[in-house]
C-alpha cells in the first residue's frame, strides 16, 4: 500500500511538475511601444485597421479597461517584470533595473520554461532569467538596428527593426527544446517616437487623411497649471526631425542636431504644385497629419507581423497550446487633447490595449469589462504555468478574468503614481485614484487637483474639483487614494529625488549587470 501511495505520489508531481510540457501552455506576450488602444480596429479606432491583433481578440478575449501603473516605457516594463508598483521595484523614471531582483522570466525559468527575451529592453541591465536574449540597446533603431546578447552585438544591416524581431522570434520558436514549455517575450520598438516606418508602409500612409480627435484643439480651460505648462503639443512642441523635415544639405554633426532639434512656427509645403507657407492652426493640422502618418505606419507593419507570427504558430501545430497575448507598455495621446507622447493620467495615456487568445481556457470573442493593471500581468503567467504566486508581487492573477469567471472581490479601483518632473515633456508629477465612474489627480509638487466624471465626461474636458455639489464624492475619492497609497506600501518613496537615467546610452555601456 505504502508503494502504491509512494508511485501516486511520483505519477502526480511529474504530471504537474516543470518537466510536462503537456500540461501547461506556452506563453509569447508581445508588447510594443507606445501603441494606443485607439489605434487598434478591435477597440473601435477611427484612424486605422489592425485585422492581425483583431484576430487575437476574435478567436480569444478583448480586455476593456487595462490600465498602467505609471505611464513610461521603463517603469511599465519593470512592472510587468516584477508585478510591483515602481516605488517597490526601484524603477521610477528612467534608472537602471536591478537584475538580481526576482522577475517573472526567473520564476517560470526555474519552473522548467523555456524562455526567451527579444526586442526592446530599456532596462539598463543586461536581461536575467532569460536562456535566450538578444535586445536593442537603449530605445534601439528602426533602420540597421543593432541587437546585443551576453556574448557579443549584431547589426542587422538593411533591415527594418520590427521584420528582424519577428525573425527573431521565429528563430526561437524553432530552435526551442522541444521537451519544455516556452514563455517569450517579444517586445517591438514601434511605434515609438521618432516613428520611421519602412518604405512600404509609409507609402501605404502617405498623403493619407487621418480624421482628427474631438479634442485636438482642447484649450485646457478648467484644467489645472500642469496641462497648461506640458510640452507635448502636437501644434507647438513637434520637431523638425518629428515631422521628417530635409534639412539643408551643408549641415552635418551638431548644426545638423540642432537644426532637426527646432521646433518650428512657420513650414513651407508644395500644394497644387506651388510653395505654401503653413503657420498656425493649418500648420497644427498639417503636423497632426504628418505624425499620424507615420506613427500608423509603423503600427501597420507591426500588424503584418503579428500575423506572421501567427501563421507560424499555425502551421508549426502550436497554435492550440499556446496562449498569444497582445498589449503596449502603456497608452499613448494621438492628438487628444492637443497632446503626443503619454505620462498623464488622462485616459489616452493610462489605457492599454490587451488581447489574448487561449483555445483551451477562452471562448471565442469573449470581452471583460474587469479593471485590470501591468502588475497583474507576471502573477497571471506564472498563474497559467501553475506556478506559486510570491506575495510581493502586487498584482492579481487574471486567468480567472480570462476564462469568464471575474472573482466577486475583484478591485473596482486603481492606483497611478508618475515621478519624472519636469521629464522630457515637463509633465508634471502626479498620483490618482480612478474607479468605474470618476478619476482624482493629485499634482503633489503644485498642490492641485483635478477631478474628472468619467460617465459624463469621458473625454475628460471639465475639471470639477471644486465645483459646488462635488464634496461629497471628492471626500470619497480622497480616501478611496489614501487608501490605495497606503495599500501599496507607497510612502512616497521617490516623491522628491529619483535615480539617475541608466537606460539610454551606447551599447558597451549598457551591457553588463
Known amino acids: 500500500m505504502r508503494r502504491l501511495t509512494l508511485l501516486l505520489v511520483l505519477a502526480l508531481v511529474l504530471f504537474v511538475g516543470p518537466g510536462h510540457a503537456d500540461s501547461r501552455p506556452n506563453i509569447i506576450f508581445i508588447m510594443s511601444d507606445d501603441h494606443a488602444a485607439h489605434a487598434i480596429s478591435a477597440y473601435g479606432s477611427r484612424v486605422n485597421s489592425t485585422p492581425n491583433i483583431d484576430r487575437l481578440a476574435r478567436e480569444g478575449m478583448l480586455?476593456?479597461?487595462?490600465?498602467?501603473?505609471?505611464?513610461?516605457?521603463?517603469?511599465?516594463?519593470a512592472a510587468i517584470l516584477t508585478g510591483q508598483y515602481s516605488h517597490l521595484n526601484g524603477v521610477p523614471v528612467f534608472n537602471r533595473f536591478d537584475s538580481s531582483r526576482m522577475t517573472v522570466a526567473?520564476?517560470?525559468?526555474?519552473?522548467?520554461?523555456?524562455?526567451?527575451?527579444?526586442?526592446?529592453?530599456?532596462l539598463g541591465s543586461d536581461p536575467a532569467g532569460f536562456d535566450r536574449w538578444e535586445i536593442l540597446p537603449g530605445q534601439g533603431a528602426y533602420n540597421n538596428p543593432i541587437l546585443y546578447t551576453a556574448t557579443g552585438e549584431k547589426t542587422y544591416t538593411d533591415r527594418y527593426v520590427t521584420d528582424v524581431l519577428t525573425d527573431?522570434?521565429?528563430?526561437?520558436?524553432?530552435?526551442?527544446?522541444?521537451?519544455?514549455?516556452?514563455?517569450?517575450?517579444?517586445?517591438n520598438k514601434a511605434p515609438h517616437r521618432p516613428w520611421e516606418p519602412d518604405a512600404a508602409h509609409r507609402a501605404q500612409f502617405a498623403g493619407k487623411w487621418i480624421p482628427e480627435p474631438e479634442t485636438l484643439w482642447d484649450s485646457y480651460a478648467t484644467r489645472t497649471d500642469a496641462l497648461h505648462e506640458n510640452l507635448q503639443r502636437v501644434a507647438g512642441d513637434m520637431t523638425r526631425r518629428d515631422l521628417k523635415l530635409l534639412a539643408p544639405p551643408e549641415l552635418t554633426g551638431t548644426a545638423l542636431n540642432e537644426w532637426l532639434g527646432v521646433k518650428p512656427d512657420t513650414v513651407t509645403i508644395e500644394r497644387n504644385g506651388k510653395p505654401l507657407t503653413l503657420t498656425g492652426e493649418a500648420l497644427g493640422r498639417w503636423k497632426y497629419q504628418r505624425y499620424m502618418q507615420d506613427y500608423l505606419a509603423t503600427i501597420q507593419s507591426v500588424d503584418d507581423n503579428v500575423g506572421r507570427l501567427l501563421k507560424y504558430l499555425d502551421t508549426s501545430g502550436l497554435s492550440k497550446n499556446t496562449v498569444v497575448i497582445y498589449t503596449s507598455d502603456q497608452g499613448f495621446f494621438l492628438g487628444d487633447h492637443g497632446l503626443f507622447d503619454k505620462r498623464f493620467m488622462y485616459e489616452e495615456s493610462l489605457r492599454m490595449p490587451f488581447v489574448v487568445r487561449w483555445p483551451s481556457g477562452i471562448k471565442a470573442g469573449a470581452t471583460a469589462d474587469a479593471m485590470a493593471l501591468n502588475v497583474d500581468f507576471a502573477p497571471t503567467f506564472l498563474d497559467l504555468a501553475h506556478q506559486p504566486i510570491p506575495a510581493d508581487m502586487q498584482g492579481r492573477s487574471l486567468v480567472p478574468v480570462l476564462r469568464g469567471r471575474t472573482p466577486a472581490d475583484w478591485r473596482t479601483s486603481m492606483y497611478y503614481r508618475y515621478y519624472h518632473d519636469p521629464g522630457d515633456h515637463n509633465t508634471r508629477a502626479h498620483y490618482g485614484v480612478r474607479t468605474r465612474t470618476h478619476k482624482l489627480i493629485y499634482y503633489w509638487k503644485k498642490e492641485q487637483w483635478e477631478l474628472f466624471d468619467l460617465v459624463n465626461d469621458p473625454q475628460e474636458m471639465h475639471n470639477i474639483y471644486g465645483e459646488p455639489g462635488q464634496e461629497a464624492v471628492t471626500e470619497s475619492l480622497k480616501a478611496e487614494l489614501l487608501r490605495l497609497k497606503k495599500t501599496m506600501k507607497d510612502d512616497d518613496q521617490f516623491a522628491n529625488e529619483q535615480p539617475p537615467n541608466g537606460v539610454d546610452g551606447p551599447v558597451a555601456k549598457l551591457r553588463g549587470k
Open 106 to 122: 526567473r520564476l517560470l525559468q526555474h519552473g522548467g520554461y523555456y524562455t526567451g527575451m527579444i526586442g526592446k529592453w530599456h
Open 63 to 77: 480586455l476593456r479597461n487595462v490600465f498602467v501603473t505609471n505611464s513610461i516605457c521603463t517603469p511599465s516594463r
Open 168 to 187: 527573431l522570434a521565429i528563430d526561437f520558436l524553432k530552435e526551442r527544446p522541444r521537451e519544455k514549455p516556452f514563455f517569450l517575450m517579444l517586445h
